[in-house]
């Protein structure tokens, strides 16, 4: 198939733009600028915002298939005060999803995934509260409310995403890294109460390729890996690290996990445990965690 990744210069969209590769589909990354270098620099390209664009422009013919990986979160804000979260998430998720989903299917594209996120299913009671929660709710609502026999559409919901791929900076993990080793001595070691689910891109990456071959349509999927509580998770890291540590666990705000960023609450545990049903369709590498942990260890200098 001939595939347009949306966000395809991203962490995820583009290990989903490889594992594609690797299928065999002609891959298109969307972003708006080009990978200079890395894995991700031999892509055809096409640029664009889908925030701004006018995507109804023809831009989008030819595809047969869409994964869209870009929605925004709290990293894409502006920080001029020109807008405020509410009114960018709004603008960014409420609307420009949909929009850009009724544009690929007015363009005949004919099978598309988009990547949410887990919050609308593991926690409701945020949707209508939360600003970034709703957006991404309504995001995904606008999304598969166009799934019909001609346009077949599915949502991939994941938890925490852990990964690395080479020219995509990610400098919260060379942080984590540091702290680990205990190279920031200013920092407060413990780990904060409740954990979460997460998943790695490359189970991601596989599961997005098999929700493109053989999802639900106007279905959308809740997907995860491991449940591990922030204590489990971080002494992974320092274990990795070389720096092996029985953390303290504090009722209190983490520098790593701030509780701007935990949208089900702080201190709130989230565990789920995929379907059989769900797995059969997805068909995914399960317990990727601890080995990733190590990996990007042992990469970040």
């Known amino acids: 198939m001939n595939v347009l990744v949306v966000g395809g210069s991203g962490l995820i969209g583009g290990t989903i733009a490889l594992e594609l590769q690797k299928r065999g589909h002609d891959?298109?990354?969307?972003?708006?600028?080009?990978?200079?270098?890395?894995?991700?620099a031999g892509f055809k390209h096409l640029e664009g915002n889908y925030i701004y664009d006018e995507i109804g422009d023809g831009r989008l013919q030819g595809f047969d298939a869409l994964v869209f990986s870009a929605a925004a979160d709290i990293r894409n804000i502006p920080q001029d005060g020109s807008i405020t979260p509410e009114?960018?998430?709004?603008?960014?998720?409420?609307?420009?999803?949909?929009r850009f989903f009724q544009?690929?299917?007015?363009?005949?594209?004919?099978?598309?995934?988009?990547?949410?996120?887990?919050?609308?299913?593991?926690?409701?009671?945020?949707?209508?509260v939360d600003a970034?929660?709703?957006?991404?709710?309504?995001?995904?609502?606008?999304?598969?409310?166009?799934?019909?026999?001609?346009?077949?559409?599915?949502?991939?919901?994941?938890?925490?995403?852990?990964?690395?791929?080479?020219?995509?900076?990610?400098p919260h993990l060379d942080a984590l890294v540091h702290y680990a080793r205990g190279h920031i001595p200013d920092m407060p070691v413990f780990a904060p109460k409740g954990g979460t689910n997460h998943i790695s891109t490359h189970s991601l990456?596989?599961?997005?390729?098999?929700?493109?071959?053989?999802g639900e349509n106007g279905k959308g999927y809740l997907i995860g890996d491991e449940n591990l509580s922030w204590k489990e998770y971080l002494e992974l890291?320092?274990?990795?690290?070389?720096?092996?540590?029985?953390?303290?666990?504090?009722d209190e705000e983490h520098p790593f996990f701030p509780n701007i960023i935990l949208f089900a609450g702080p201190g709130a545990t989230v565990s789920f445990d995929m379907?059989?049903?769900d797995m059969a369709v997805l068909d995914y590498p399960r317990n990727q965690i601890a080995d990733l942990v190590k990996e990007i260890v042992d990469l970040t200098p």
């Open 27 to 40: 891959v298109t990354i969307m972003s708006r600028k080009a990978a200079e270098s890395g894995p991700l």
């Open 87 to 98: 009114a960018f998430y709004t603008q960014a998720n409420d609307i420009a999803v949909p």
């Open 103 to 128: 544009a690929a299917k007015d363009a005949g594209i004919k099978k598309s995934v988009l990547i949410g996120t887990f919050y609308p299913q593991v926690a409701p009671h945020q949707i209508g």
């Open 132 to 170: 970034y929660v709703t957006s991404r709710h309504n995001a995904a609502e606008g999304a598969l409310a166009l799934a019909d026999e001609n346009f077949s559409v599915c949502a991939l919901n994941p938890p925490f995403v852990l990964g690395h791929l080479e020219s995509v900076s990610a």
């Open 205 to 214: 990456a596989i599961a997005t390729c098999n929700a493109l071959e053989n």
């Open 237 to 250: 890291w320092f274990a990795a690290a070389g720096n092996p540590v029985e953390l303290e666990v504090r």
């Open 275 to 277: 379907s059989d049903e």
